[in-house]
């Protein structure tokens, strides 16, 4: 792995997530790199992660997989039902009050180096709440490892910025595994829309809205209606006013559901933009984003994602491994980011 160039691209963010396109994407091997580099440099850590994962063989497929290693020093938070799989002495510190299926959640300090098992909470809230646990015992960086598929983990609420990792695991052809990466990548950098005047009206809105108000219709100057609650986007564009907002902000995910009945409808989507907090709101599929953006409709952020890098792993656990060389190239082609082999 380049592990200078990892080092470099995370070492000026206090909290980083690794996100996974699938199980046995190369998380671990990419976590435990940068735990052994940031320990190179005596940089103090925290680290959780959402859902369970350290485990030495994986619960779905039965392979191997390699373990989290801490050194001393390191804070960490698990369930206390695994507690006997670390092999670390830990000094536990407090209890969070999070509950997992495998028990409390707890904030250990290791007092030796070793492996560890790790699940923590599987809510971004609770992320939210153990990071500010975590910062009272003043670590330098907070590190959390993400279960399948969690794009929610991408948060800017959550954690700073994010690795992408990817691998052979995802898809048994190639070019599907690279598609579908370039995919999530490029909604996970989308830039934020321009214009204070959209924020501030979006931001006190929130602060007063009901429950039930799901969507606002917005101009570029900061006016905008509120649309019936539970409408709808659908039926909020068929209405005529609609025409004079040309945003339209989604609190809460954007879902196949929500924009199936825009693309079935006769309703003009050019110059429309659709805004939602971050793109780890937007969970629309590959084939309904692509139809969205062929209807001349726009995607925005209120708040940007951090992505730093791409990593790829070319062995599968299912067998079909790629060749490593094509893999990497091919995928540095379609991103504009740095690709790295979690296996070099």
Known sequence: MKSELLYGLVKDYTSLSLAGMCKNAGKTTVLNRILQDMGKKDVSLALTSIGRDGESTDVVTGTGKPRIYVREGTLFATAAGLLHNCDTTGEILRTTGIHTPLGEVVLLRARSDGFIDLAGPSMNQQLIELSAIFKEYGPEK???????????????????????????????????????????????????????????????????????????????EGSFRIPE???????????????????????GAMTDAAIKPLLMSNISLKGRMFMVEDSSKILLSREVCEKLYKKGAELTVLSEIALLAVTVNPFSAYGNHFDKTEFAARMQEAVVLPVIDVME
């Open 142 to 220: 907070i590190l959390i490892d993400g279960a399948i598929s969690r794009k929610s983990l991408c948060s800017r609420r959550v954690t700073e910025a994010v690795i992408l990792c990817t691998g052979a695991s995802y898809h048994k052809d190639m070019g599907t595994v690279i598609d579908d990466t370039v995919y999530v990548s490029n909604l996970l950098q989308l830039r934020a829309a321009t214009g204070s005047r959209v924020r501030i009206a979006i931001e006190g809105w929130q602060g007063k809205k009901a429950p039930n108000e799901k969507l606002l219709l917005l101009d570029w």
């Open 229 to 251: 609650p539970g409408k709808k986007p659908v039926d909020v564009l068929l209405d005529k006013e609609a025409a004079e907002y040309p945003i339209v902000w989604m609190e």
